[in-house]
T-cell receptor, first 116, second 115 residues
Framework: AQSVTQLGSHVSVSEGALVLLRCNYS??????LFWYVQYPNQGLQLLLK??????LVKGINGFEAEFKKSETSFHLTKPSAHMSDAAEYFC??????????????FGTGTRLLVSP | DTEVTQTPKHLVMGMTNKKSLKCEQH?????MYWYKQKAKKPPELMFV???????INESVPSRFSPECPNSSLLNLHLHALQPEDSALYLC??????????????FGPGTRLTVT
């Protein structure tokens, strides 16, 4: 079964510093990969997705993620953190191919804290 | 337009009440989902509708009853809930359930409190 691991339940950065949130998946066939952001008391917003067209994926709000098959990783980065980036971030995977419905499997989430 | 709307935003109900949560999307998506999210946890899938038919029920208690009146609307009927059912209920939709169609768009959620 597909699974996804997010290392670090909390990540703290200073405003202007690099943001790096880690995500590793477990499957022999690279799945579809997604990053979602959730602000307090709101729903999830899709930041970016990997579908195989390009290994470096650019998303909204200046975020990007790089798919590395050899490392089974899809880490999320942003060059310069802003206070408004403070939120919960979820990595999610969906199997590629297969018949019938395939669930979106979420990681446990990483809370990003940004200090002035 | 990638908007999924949910009403109400907040709901407080007693254990003997009957209430409904509503979800609407106008993106032409044919798959719609209900999730339950407890604090500091990822969303947990409850139900999936694909082409207005219930495709997945993740062993959800019968006090939760989903309904899909048409391709744009999804309801979740609530009856005799327990305090542990208090959570954020999220609705989502995707173009379909097949490969390449599974990108899900989420609504803002309904914060449910059961007293």
């Amino acid at each position: 079964a597909q699974s996804v691991t997010q290392l670090g339940s909390h990540v703290s950065v200073s405003e202007g510093a690099l943001v790096l949130l880690r995500c590793n998946y477990s499957s022999s066939v690279p799945p579809y990969l997604f990053w979602y952001v959730q602000y307090p008391n709101q729903g999830l917003q899709l930041l970016l997705k990997y579908t195989s067209a390009a290994t470096l994926v650019k998303g909204i709000n200046g975020f990007e993620a790089e798919f590395k098959k050899s490392e089974t990783s899809f880490h999320l980065t942003k060059p310069s953190a802003h206070m408004s980036d403070a939120a919960e971030y979820f990595c999610a995977v969906s199997p590629r191919g297969g018949t019938g419905f395939q669930k979106l499997v979420f990681g446990t989430g990483t809370r990003l804290l940004v200090s002035p | 337009d990638t908007e999924v709307t949910q009403t109400p935003k907040h709901l407080v109900m007693g254990m003997t009440n009957k209430k409904s949560l509503k979800c609407e999307q106008h993106m032409g998506h044919r798959a719609m989902y209900w999730y339950k999210q407890k604090a500091k946890k990822p969303p947990e899938l409850m139900f999936v509708y694909s082409y207005e038919k219930l495709s997945i029920n993740e062993s959800v208690p019968s006090r939760f009853s989903p309904e899909c009146p048409n391709s744009s609307l999804l309801n979740l009927h609530l009856h005799a809930l327990q305090p542990e059912d208090s959570a954020l209920y999220l609705c989502a939709s995707s173009r379909g359930a097949g490969a390449g169609e599974r990108e899900q768009y989420f609504g803002p959620g309904t914060r449910l409190t059961v007293t």
